[in-house]
Nanobody
Framework: QVQLVESGGGLVQAGGSLRLSCAVS????????MGWFRQTPGEEREFVGA????????HYADSMKGRFTLSRDKVKGAVILPMDNLKAEDTAIYYC??????????????????WGQGTQVTVSS
């Protein structure tokens, strides 16, 4: 059974940094992609970026390019999303998700197979 557990969220001032982590356990697939999404009240989940677990290749939403850099730690079984220079508009619940298969350019929430519970990020201005 696949389990995804996010951590690292919290309250930070604008300009500050957070390091989100998604612990992955259970997958026995030969290839899968890990995505990060964020959601604010009343809005759909917004794609942030995705990474191929096997190759480390990454894909980002156009609005996120240059801001965040995804990585994965195969030893710890985690995907890391460091976030620097945070802005008030980055306030959201951040979710990680898993998509089975080698392709890692999926950007819609409905295209992912498993989800974590989310971690709240609040940026005060």
């Amino acid at each position: 059974q696949v389990q995804l557990v996010e951590s690292g969220g919290g309250l930070v001032q604008a300009g500050g940094s957070l390091r989100l982590s998604c612990a992955v356990s259970g997958p026995s697939y030969s290839a899968y992609a890990m995505g990060w999404f964020r959601q604010t009240p009343g809005e759909e989940r917004e794609f942030v970026g995705a990474i191929s677990w096997s190759s480390g290749g990454t894909h980002y939403a156009d609005s996120m390019k240059g801001r965040f850099t995804l990585s994965r730690d195969k030893v710890k079984g985690a995907v890391i999303l460091p976030m620097d220079n945070l802005k008030a508009e980055d306030t959201a619940i951040y979710y990680c998700a898993l998509r089975v298969g080698s392709y890692f350019h999926f950007t819609l929430a409905g295209q992912y197979d498993f989800w974590g519970q989310g971690t709240q990020v609040t940026v005060s201005s």
